[in-house]
């Protein structure tokens, strides 16, 4: 089963941002115990958590190591003018394909 996750701003939830940000950074920490995720896509403010600096990079670099691809929108890498610390630049044609492929997408 491949499972992705989606992530679309730089904390989980809504409400409290540094609240958001600590949860993200456990859920990122633990979410190698799903079963079959192999990416995680980034777009909009999520693509800052690639960023030099970003406070859930070591998380999401620890899960690159273990095979999860990490694709950021090559659009919203550009618009916020970020260097990337983590994954590959991309396009919504790869996004797209990797939700196609998946079993299940999880949005956070």
Same mark, same amino acid.
């Given at each position: 089963?491949?499972?992705?996750?989606?992530?679309?701003?730089?904390?989980?939830?809504?409400?409290?941002?540094?609240?958001?940000?600590?949860?993200?950074?456990?859920?990122?920490?633990?979410?190698?115990?799903?079963?079959?995720?192999?990416?995680?896509?980034?777009?909009?403010? $999520? @693509?800052? +958590?690639?960023?030099? !600096?970003?406070? #859930?990079?070591?998380?999401?670099?620890? /899960?690159? =190591?273990? $095979? @999860?691809? +990490?694709?950021?929108? !090559?659009?919203? #890498?550009?618009?916020?003018?970020?260097? /990337?610390? =983590?994954?590959?630049?991309?396009?919504?044609?790869?996004?797209?394909?990797?939700?196609?492929?998946?079993?299940?997408?999880?949005?956070?």
């Amino acid at each position: 089963m491949h499972t992705v996750v989606v992530l679309d701003q730089d904390q989980m939830g809504h409400g409290d941002p540094e609240l958001g940000r600590r949860i993200l950074a456990s859920f990122l920490r633990k979410a190698g115990a799903l079963r079959g995720l192999t990416a995680i896509l980034l777009y909009n403010s $999520g @693509v800052k +958590l690639l960023a030099k !600096g970003s406070p #859930v990079l070591a998380e999401l670099t620890a /899960l690159e =190591a273990h $095979g @999860v691809d +990490l694709v950021p929108c !090559g659009t919203c #890498v550009n618009h916020f003018g970020i260097e /990337l610390a =983590a994954g590959r630049i991309s396009d919504m044609d790869t996004i797209l394909r990797e939700i196609d492929r998946a079993s299940k997408v999880v949005t956070l």
